[in-house]
Every structure is written in C-alpha cells, then in structure tokens.
C-alpha cells in the first residue's frame, strides 16, 4: 500500500547558486516533521549544490531528465550512473515539455524509465492530454497509451515507478483539473497499473498541473491522489510549505 504521499517540486530552467540557498533555508525553516516524502526536482547545472545544500534534510534530490543512453557520445546528455553519483533519488521523465519541445516519444520515455530503474533512481513517469485530446474525449486513450509503453518496457518492475498525471492543460496555464477530473484518469492509470502489476497498489500517482496552496487539498484527499509534482508553487516557499502540510 501506499504509505506517504509525495509532494516533488519541479523548478524547471529557474534558480541560481544564491536564490538556490535563499529557497531551501526557506523551505528549511518551515518544515516540522513532514508527514509526506518532499522531493525537489533541480537543473542539472545544480545538482552539486543542491546535493550538499539537502545533506541530512528530510528533502531528497531530485533531476528533470537523463539519457536514454548509457554512456558514450551523447553530448549534452547526463546519464543515469552520473545523476547517482550526485545522490539523485528521483527524476522527472517524460515531462509535456520534454515531450513537447524535444521530441521525446513514448518510446524514449519507456527507455529513460528503464535506464533509471536500473540504476536505483525512482522515475516519475509524467503522462497526460492536451486540451484537444480533452475536448475531443481522448483523454483515457492518450494516458493509457503513454502508459502503455513505459509498461511494456518496464512490466516487471513497474509498481516501482511514481507516475504523475499532468494535463498538459493545466500546466503553468493557472488553470487546475478538478479534484472530481483528476481523480477519474487516476482511476483509469490505477487499473491500467492493477492490469500489468499485482503490486500496483504501492504506486504513487501524483497530480500535477497548477496545483497550488488553495486547491492542493481537495486534490490530495482524493483516493487515488498520491501526491502532488508542483512547478511554480514550488519556488514560492510558503507555497511550497502550504502544499506540504495538505498533504499530511
Ligand atoms: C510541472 O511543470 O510539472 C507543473 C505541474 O507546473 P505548474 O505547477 O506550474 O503547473
């Protein structure tokens, strides 16, 4: 079963070694014994400050990609053994905005999973639908087959995933899915994981998508809401902070 949420923000391209130090002390300094998982997903470029700036914080380090590759001539790439050595515990993997202004496939997604997971790093497995794919009813369809891959590749070791439903929609848009809309695709992912997996109970399923101090927790109260991947709440720190103690 699952037994603490998850609450992982996602700085995208944002921060600097100063502003770095001002968020975390802050974040730091309201934090009282959490009662979910806190994870902050940082740019590469600050992996090695963030890795000493959270030694012996409850909050764990967190990447926004990594290769597909294990080594070699990928320049530009980071690869899996070299975010483990930063002491990454989770990465993003198949963000909209991978997807989107990169041309990640499911297929590369599914490789990237499998890269991770081989090397001791949970991913959290972004999947969600466009507001066309929404209007046109392809919600289920989209997620399920993103999920698809990522299963395929993955099957035998899937319940060690976090996935995260982001409609695409809703992100850095101000707009939110509704705790009743969320929890439907939620629902739909959780079958789909219960279908590949005995264990798909323990899996994660985080929201993401402009989810913020007001609404994070009629979201979290929702049965299959693990969780939350905030973006832009997660560099305010009294939002961040706000989001944290929904989730208790
Ligand atoms: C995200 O980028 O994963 C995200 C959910 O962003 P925001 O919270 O800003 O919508």
Redesign the pocket.
Same mark, same amino acid.
């Given at each position: 079963m699952r037994t603490r949420k998850l609450i992982a923000g996602?700085w995208?391209m944002n921060g600097g070694l100063i502003a770095n130090v001002a968020l975390l002390k802050a974040i730091h300094a309201g934090l009282h014994n959490p009662s979910c998982d806190i994870a902050v997903c940082v740019p590469s470029a600050f992996l090695a400050q963030c890795q000493t700036l959270l030694a012996s914080s409850p909050i764990e380090l967190g990447a926004q990609d990594l290769s597909q590759h294990e080594a070699g001539a990928y320049t530009g790439e980071i690869s899996a053994q070299m975010l483990k050595e930063f002491g990454v515990r989770y990465v993003?993997v198949g963000?909209s =905005?991978r997807r989107q202004y990169h041309a990640e496939s499911d297929a590369s997604v599914a490789s990237k999973v499998q890269r991770a997971l081989a090397n001791g790093i949970t991913p959290i497995v972004?999947v969600g639908e466009s507001l066309a794919e929404r209007e046109s009813g392809q919600t289920d369809e989209v997620v399920k087959r993103q999920l698809a891959a990522v299963i395929h590749l993955n099957g035998h070791c899937i319940s060690e995933i976090v996935l *995260?439903y =982001?409609p695409i929609w *809703?992100?850095?848009?101000g707009k939110t899915a509704s705790p009743e809309q969320a929890q439907a695709v939620h629902a739909v992912l959780r079958g789909q994981l219960k279908a590949a997996s005995d264990h798909a109970e323990r899996v994660r399923i985080l929201y993401? #998508? &402009?989810?913020n101090a007001a609404n994070a927790a009629t979201l979290l109260a929702q049965p299959d809401i693990d969780g939350g991947?905030? #973006?832009? *709440? &997660?560099l305010k720190p009294q939002d961040f902070l706000a989001i944290i103690d929904s989730a208790a």
């Open positions: 996602n995208k993003i963000h =905005e972004c *995260a =982001e *809703a992100i850095g848009t993401g #998508g &402009s989810m991947l905030i #973006g832009g *709440a &997660s």
